[in-house]
């Protein structure tokens, strides 16, 4: 069974700061990875979407590296923003599978 | 270019009752996926439709029911409410199988 988690629950940074955000999954038979955005209450924005023949993507400040071999994704964020504060989940499609399987999430906090 | 779209986007019922939740994909998608989201988790998979046909089912009761229609939207049912149902229910549609999921912004559902 798949399973995703994400490390750390809870981050608190100053603006400007520099970010990670690690994901980690425990089967390795992934299809692609996918990291998403959630403002409280709200559906889900999604932000980048690597193939697991890559590996990795970049959207302006974001940038998404996948290491299959040790079932690790990490999202950078650089410079921060408060407008960045959200929730921030990974999931995954594993080969076969129709679905995504989510973490919990990292709520992220950028203080101005 | 219109994202998916759900509704209603709130929604109080009480235990025991029958609830009826619609989604309409971006337009030319053909895959749809309902997953349901409680607070503080990962959306877990609920049904995905592909083609108009059931592609996908998650680990949950039979009480839990949807299809597509040829149109793509689709429509998710749920009977016999329970408390425990009161979740955040989010669609997502992807061009294809498999592929990047787009999620529009949620049934909020209350269950009294």
């Known amino acids: 069974k798949q399973e995703v988690t994400q490390i750390p629950a809870a981050l608190s940074v100053p603006e400007g700061e520099n970010l990670v955000l690690n994901c980690s999954f425990t089967?390795?038979?992934?299809?692609?990875l996918q990291w998403f955005r959630q403002d409280p209450g709200k559906g889900l924005t999604s932000l980048l979407l690597i193939q697991s023949s890559q590996r990795e993507q970049t959207s302006g400040r974001l940038n998404a590296s996948l290491d299959k071999s040790s079932g690790r994704s990490t999202l950078y964020i650089a410079a921060s923003q408060p407008g960045d504060s959200a929730t921030y989940l990974c999931?995954?499609?594993?080969?076969?599978?129709?679905?995504?399987?989510f973490g919990t999430g990292t709520r992220l906090t950028v203080i101005p | 270019d219109a994202g998916v779209t759900q509704s209603p986007t709130h929604l109080i019922k009480t235990r025991g009752q029958h609830v009826t939740l619609r989604c309409s994909p971006i337009s030319g998608h053909k895959s749809v996926s309902w997953y349901q989201q409680v607070l503080g988790q990962g959306p877990q998979f609920i049904f995905q439709?592909?083609?108009?046909?059931?592609?996908g089912r998650g680990n949950f009761p039979d009480r839990f029911s949807a299809r597509q229609f040829p149109n793509y939207s689709s429509e998710l049912n749920v009977n016999a409410l329970l408390l425990g149902d009161s979740a955040l229910y989010l669609c997502?549609?992807?061009?294809?199988?498999?592929?990047?999921?787009?999620f529009g912004p949620g049934t909020r559902l209350t269950v009294t």
């Open positions: 999931a995954v499609i594993r080969g076969g599978a129709n679905n995504l399987f």
């Open positions: 439709y592909y083609e108009k046909e059931e592609r």
């Open positions: 089967d390795s038979a992934i299809y692609n």
């Open positions: 997502a549609s992807s061009l294809v199988r498999n592929y990047e999921q787009y």
